[in-house]
């Protein structure tokens, strides 16, 4: 047990470079609210579903994450910072990175029968501040949801998605196989504007503005002789 607390918390150190040691990462509010949720999840599955929820109670009150006991999570599960909520069928896969103000939230069924309502996100996914991925849609392998972003599909693998309503920057292989991107938003390409395309595009502008001048110079110019005459 304490060889897995050490890992888990190795795991979180490997993605904050802010804390100077294990026991700094134990005051983390992501830390209680996911040993809370495990207490939870147990009562939940053993159909105590009162006591479940009074453990979830107390567990958002003193963390200001809201984990349902009914959200299955994996592995090195990681909430940076808190005022994160998670719905009841959510699933989560191993090394999943969330940061403050997330929902991954759910949909309201048509016919008024619950199920799967939630997201699942799957191994490696990172997800930005304030991103809200909504409905159960699955993000895939290593994808990444930038801050602020409404997901509402699926999510391909490796992809990275910005925007509201989001929209996958296709991000290829080679730049998404790296290890970690922090909110996974990358600050540099595909991300930014591609500021070469609108220079050409300015420069194309004037030239063509040129053109016009130079087509309407002979008009002007028998303009003005046929004033002064």
Same mark, same amino acid.
């Given at each position: +047990?304490?060889?897995?607390?050490?890992?888990?918390?190795?795991?979180?150190?490997?993605?904050?470079?802010?804390?100077?040691?294990?026991?700094?990462? +134990?005051?983390?509010?992501?830390?209680?609210?996911?040993?809370?949720?495990?207490?939870?999840?147990?009562?939940?599955?053993?159909?105590?579903?009162?006591?479940?929820?009074?453990?979830?109670?107390?567990? #958002?009150?003193?963390?200001?994450?809201?984990?349902?006991?009914?959200?299955?999570?994996?592995?090195?599960?990681?909430?940076?910072?808190?005022?994160?909520?998670?719905?009841?069928?959510?699933?989560?896969?191993?090394?999943?990175?969330?940061?403050?103000?997330?929902?991954? &939230?759910?949909?309201?069924?048509?016919?008024?029968?619950?199920?799967?309502?939630?997201?699942?996100?799957?191994?490696?996914?990172?997800?930005?501040?304030?991103?809200?991925?909504?409905?159960?849609?699955?993000? &895939?392998?290593?994808? #990444?949801? &930038?801050?602020?972003?409404?997901?509402?599909?699926?999510?391909?693998?490796?992809?990275? +998605?910005?925007?509201?309503?989001?929209?996958?920057?296709?991000?290829?292989?080679?730049?998404?196989?790296?290890?970690?991107?922090?909110?996974?938003?990358?600050?540099?390409?595909?991300?930014?504007?591609?500021?070469?395309?609108?220079?050409?595009?300015?420069?194309?502008?004037?030239?063509?503005?040129?053109?016009?001048?130079?087509?309407?110079?002979?008009?002007?110019?028998?303009?003005?002789?046929?004033?002064?005459?």
């Amino acid at each position: +047990m304490f060889e897995r607390l050490t890992a888990y918390l190795d795991s979180i150190h490997a993605r904050d470079p802010a804390p100077r040691s294990r026991w700094e990462i +134990m005051l983390y509010p992501g830390v209680w609210a996911l040993a809370y949720h495990r207490v939870a999840h147990w009562l939940f599955v053993g159909e105590l579903y009162f006591l479940a929820r009074l453990v979830n109670h107390w567990s #958002r009150w003193l963390t200001a994450i809201d984990i349902h006991p009914g959200a299955r999570i994996g592995k090195n599960f990681f909430i940076d910072h808190g005022f994160t909520v998670i719905g009841e069928t959510a699933e989560i896969g191993d090394n999943v990175t969330i940061y403050q103000c997330v929902t991954l &939230g759910g949909t309201n069924p048509t016919n008024g029968v619950g199920g799967k309502r939630h997201p699942t996100l799957c191994d490696n996914v990172i997800i930005g501040s304030g991103a809200q991925v909504i409905g159960p849609i699955t993000v &895939g392998l290593r994808a #990444r949801v &930038g801050a602020n972003a409404v997901v509402t599909d699926d999510v391909p693998e490796g992809a990275t +998605m910005v925007g509201l309503k989001a929209r996958s920057t296709l991000v290829p292989a080679e730049t998404w196989l790296r290890e970690f991107i922090p909110y996974g938003t990358p600050c540099d390409e595909p991300c930014e504007p591609d500021y070469s395309r609108i220079e050409v595009l300015e420069r194309e502008l004037v030239a063509l503005k040129a053109e016009v001048a130079a087509l309407r110079a002979p008009a002007v110019r028998q303009r003005k002789s046929g004033t002064n005459a």
